[in-house]
């Protein structure tokens, strides 16, 4: 096999059309565009949206679905969300509290703190939070542990 004996698969090519060389042609006069209008102009094309000047389908169609609302986003992001996975680290018999968590890395500061029920806890902590999850509570007190509420969310 050698550069000579290249060749494309059958089929996979095709002469080019060559447009506007007389009426003969099939392809003369207009060059397979049409009279006139948008379409027959060089670099006049429209885009997929376009519909003839008729209010396009995306426009005609009412807005829907939910739209978040600034003061519902601040209220959610003051709410840490942590595992009780994330608390392996911490030795037992300690205290967890929003000021240990972030010391930690788990939380911000000033961020109400809710426990969540992924993972297994592995020591008998005092965690003190805003909020438990029913699963939290379950295995921290399956640890031996106790769950606080500082301050319900």
Known sequence: MDLR???????????????????????????GRGHKGRGSRSGGNTPPSYEGGQMPLQRRLPKRGFRRLQSNQRERDTIAVVNLNRLADFAAGSTVDPPSLVAAGLARVGARIKVLGEGELGAALTIRAHAFSKGAQEKIAAAGGTAEIIEAI
């Open 5 to 31: 004996s290249l060749h494309p698969a059958p089929g996979s090519t095709k002469r080019r059309k060559r447009l506007g060389r007389g009426i003969g042609s099939g392809n003369g006069k207009t060059a």
